[in-house]
């Protein structure tokens, strides 16, 4: 599976931005996706995942009730839907798939990361 990132750019605090992942390979309905972040200085963060079928998500604390997962899986992509943006939200963003599904945390536990796309949120 192969992944790539867009949908990243500058924003105001308060703002909203989509991003999406596009997928190749003709798995992608059985995988599991997610995103994580990661700012300059600091960990990678997981973000949201999403399982195969798109019925079951999971969010980071930071996130819940501002951002939101969603899958297409005849076009393949996944998205990030992130509303009500803070500063603390900027980073870099990557697209990961987990061949088993499992809605996990750990960046191992996802076998494939997309190139990365920046958000930037002033204030």
């Known amino acids: 599976v192969q992944l790539q990132a867009s949908g990243g750019g500058l924003v105001q605090a308060g703002g909203s931005l989509r991003l999406s992942c596009a997928a190749s390979?003709?798995?992608?309905?059985?995988?599991?996706m997610g995103w994580f972040r990661q700012a300059p200085g600091k960990e990678r963060e997981f973000v949201a995942a999403?399982?195969?079928?798109?019925?079951?998500?999971r969010y980071a604390d930071s996130v819940k009730g501002r951002f939101t997962i969603s899958r297409d899986n005849a076009k393949k992509t996944v998205y990030l839907q992130m509303n009500s943006l803070k500063p603390d939200d900027t980073a870099v963003y990557y697209c990961?798939?987990?061949?088993?599904?499992?809605?996990?945390?750990?960046?191992?536990?996802?076998?494939?990361w997309g190139q990365g796309t920046q958000v930037t949120v002033s204030s």
């Open positions: 390979g003709r798995t992608f309905s059985s995988y599991g």
């Open positions: 990961v798939a987990d061949e088993f599904s499992t809605l996990a945390t750990s960046p191992s536990r996802y076998d494939y």
């Open positions: 999403i399982i195969w079928s798109g019925s079951s998500t």
